[in-house]
């Protein structure tokens, strides 16, 4: 289903596309009322005490949100700020808010709560409902600023910043609403954020975060290897992640063979997905390893993907948030 919609949305005309118009029209008109009630305060937003800071998109789909919010949760640290995340827990087993460590299991509190907190030094809440999420964590840690990943539509919090990210490589597809298209909200929202920036770019004359993918880690072993080291071999690429572009891009750049297993975003592993009847290197993504560290497998490799924003992004943030968040740039 996945990919019959990915097929249909990122496609210059489809059939499908326009017979789902009246239903994105609909959605259109719930989306301004939406808006309308909270504008006018006929919908309560909740205030936390502390700054918060949205990173988001308009989009379905993957542009790089949780790398982003990895990477900006351990610049603020490194500020001298106590971080605190609140992540969506999608897919998750657990309704109710709860605090996640890196031990945390992710089928119950989702897989990229465990991943960032696997990767930075905050505290991380994962629930659906962001107003409980945000209450539990300030009343159980002492935090400076929280980021809450993928919480642009979210309009019961309110936010200090906020932050949307565009896939460079996909951008906006068809340019409809769904079920039409990919957007969640109308282009035009794009106005009102404090910065846009462009995901898988390069282009240092707009606000532009890189991907890089250079190396994997076997976490068996614990040994590092560049990708090149694997140039002419053959490997499997397993993933449940919402956009392997940035990956085969990396491979291809290394002339990796790959066989791809692709599953649905936030894919439950149960094991089976990493078993082969061969001997090659088995790639995966961290946010995949999180629910296959149990397989102690060392013909896997982890694959160590990080973003880099460009000096035109740090240098915005670093003027906006020091005003917001009280720290020296």
Known sequence: MEKIFESIWYSKFSLLSFILLPFSILFYVLIKTRLYLYD??????????????????????????????IWLAKYLTAMGLKV????????????????????????LVGDEAVLIAKQTNSEIVSCGNRVDATKLLLNKKAIDVIIHDDGLQHYKIARDYEIALINEHKLFGNSFLLPAGPLREPKSRLNNVDIVAYTNSIDDKKFSIRSINKTVINLVTNKSKNLKDFSSKRIHLVSGIASLENITKALDLYMINYIIHKYDDHHAYDGSEVCFDDHHPIFITYKDYVKLIEIKDNNIWVLDHYVEPNKLFINKINKDLSVILNYEN
């Open 84 to 107: 605190g995340v609140v992540s969506s827990g999608y897919k998750a087993v657990l309704k109710t808010p709860v605090l996640v460590n890196e031990k945390s299991n992710p089928n």
């Open 40 to 69: 006018y305060h006929l919908l309560h937003k909740y205030t936390s005490s502390k700054p918060s800071i949205i990173v988001g998109n308009l989009t379905v789909g993957g542009s790089g949100k949780t790398p982003l919010v």
